[in-house]
Each structure stands twice: as C-alpha cells, then as structure tokens.
C-alpha cells in the first residue's frame, strides 16, 4: 500500500513500539499501514462518526487485520484503552485537536503525532503552555507545493519551558531544520501577513497593535530563510 507524502510523514513520526491509537481515522489508512509493516503489535481505529467508522472496519476486513485492529466509535480519546503508546490525530482542524488533548485525562504518557489542517499556530502555543515538548516538526508538500502540511511529534513533559513569538510561527525543532517544503511554509507565511497589511492599508479601520504585531512576525519570519 502506497500513502500520501503526508500520511507517510505521520508514520516516519510514530515510535513504531506497542499499540497505536489514530484518532478521526476514517478510512484507516494509517493504522492499517502500521500493522501491515509490522511496526505497531495492536491498533485501534477511532472515530466520532459511525459512517467513516464502517468504511475503516471494511477496508481492515479487506486487509485480514480484524485482530489486530479494532474500530472504536468515540470523540477523541475518551473511550480510547490506556494501553496506548502512540496517538495519531491527523486531518482535522488545530482547534479541534486542541479539545481533544484538553479532554483527555488518561494518555499522558502517549507519544501524540499531530497533523492539524489549520490553527497550527495555536497549535505550537497550546503544547508549550500545557507542559507538551515538541520532539520534531516537519514540513510536507503535496500538489507541487500548492498543499503545505505541518506534522509535529510531542509528548507531555509537565515541564514548561520558556517559548518566543518566533516558536509560535515555527516549533524549534522546525528552526533547526533546512528543507524546501520549509522554505515554502515560511514564503507562504509571510505572503499571507503581506496580504493582511495590504487589505488594512485599504480598509479604514488601522488597529496599530494589529499592524506593528503582523509586522514583527513578517521580519521574524524573513530571518528564518
Ligand atoms: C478529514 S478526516 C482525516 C482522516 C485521516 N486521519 C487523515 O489524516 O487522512 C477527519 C476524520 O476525523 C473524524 N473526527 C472529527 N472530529 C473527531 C473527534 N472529535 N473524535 C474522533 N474523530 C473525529 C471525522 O469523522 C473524520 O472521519
């Protein structure tokens, strides 16, 4: 089985050690691949919503994997077992992500390998403020760069750590890399902040904390090229 380049940035990501959970898994896909390539002993395939649920418990039949992989109907980890080692919540909304974490009081212990949609800002701020350590961050491309996709790896620490404007835009562990897919991300990061400015400059309304806030995130963001 082939996946995605974004989809297999979320597999390089998991520990490859125990049971994995993927949360709002849909078709599957990823459980199945770590099963399937031996890495993972047990899975469980979650989602809130019973249609995808059956479409993931087809295509688990279709592989033989019924055994090893067991569909769970639930919002994010509620109902999850705590022998989970390895939380994979991808494709879905930062916000949403970040309600999941919030609610949950039994997988702290879990490695969580995230892939928000959007909100990834708030993101990288709700893990520093909440004790999260980011172990890494990557950037994927797909469409020839037209879709650009943040995966972080982060585990619970209780540990909170001092963090900067810039960490917000880009995790540490995503500073220190050198990559195109990277380069991309920041480019489109600041063309997005040039197009605020530009639609303030025509509106009438000019919230100077707003402008000077976009601004120093435009010249963070240029010193990271
Ligand atoms: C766009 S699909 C992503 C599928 C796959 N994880 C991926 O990255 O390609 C999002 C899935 O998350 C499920 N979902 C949304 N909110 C959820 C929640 N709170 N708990 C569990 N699943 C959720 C949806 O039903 C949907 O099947």
Same mark, same amino acid.
């Given at each position: 089985m082939? $996946?995605?380049s974004? =989809?297999?940035?979320?597999? !390089?990501? #998991? /520990? ?7 949360? @709002? ?16 002993k ?8 019973p ?14 994997l019924?055994?090893k992989?067991?569909?769970? $109907?639930?919002?994010g =980890?509620?109902?999850?077992? !705590?022998? #989970? /080692? ?7 909304? @930062?916000?949403?992500i970040i309600?999941i974490l919030?609610s949950?009081?039994t997988h ?10 959007t909100?990834v800002d708030?993101?990288?701020e709700?893990?520093?403020?909440n004790?999260?350590?980011i172990?890494?961050?990557d950037?994927v491309a ?12 982060t ?6 750590k ?7 835009l ?6 220190r890399?050198k ?26 309304i ?5 402008i000077?806030?976009?601004?120093d995130?435009?010249?963070?963001l240029?010193?990271?090229l």
């Amino acid at each position: 089985m082939k $996946l995605s380049s974004r =989809l297999k940035k979320i597999v !390089d990501f #998991t /520990d490859k050690c125990g049971v994995v959970a993927d949360i @709002g898994t849909d078709h599957a896909l990823v459980p199945v691949y770590l099963i399937e390539n031996g890495f993972y002993k047990k899975a469980y395939a979650c989602d809130i919503r019973p249609l995808p649920l059956k479409r993931a418990e087809k295509y688990i039949l279709s592989r033989n994997l019924s055994d090893k992989i067991t569909t769970i $109907l639930t919002n994010g =980890l509620q109902n999850v077992p !705590d022998d #989970t /080692d390895t939380v994979v919540i991808a494709g879905m909304g @930062g916000e949403m992500i970040i309600d999941i974490l919030l609610s949950d009081t039994t997988h702290h212990s879990a490695t969580f390998v995230l892939q928000p949609m959007t909100a990834v800002d708030s993101l990288r701020e709700f893990l520093y403020k909440n004790g999260y350590q980011i172990l890494d961050e990557d950037i994927v491309a797909e469409q020839q760069g037209r879709k650009l996709y943040s995966v972080i790896k982060t585990k619970k620490t209780d540990l909170l750590k001092d963090y900067s404007a810039i960490d917000v835009l880009l995790s540490p562990a995503l500073q220190r890399k050198k990559s195109a897919e990277k380069e991309l991300y920041i480019k489109k990061l600041i063309y997005t902040r040039s197009k605020i400015l530009e639609n303030i400059n025509k509106s009438k309304i000019h919230d100077e904390n707003y402008i000077n806030m976009i601004t120093d995130e435009m010249n963070l963001l240029k010193e990271c090229l």
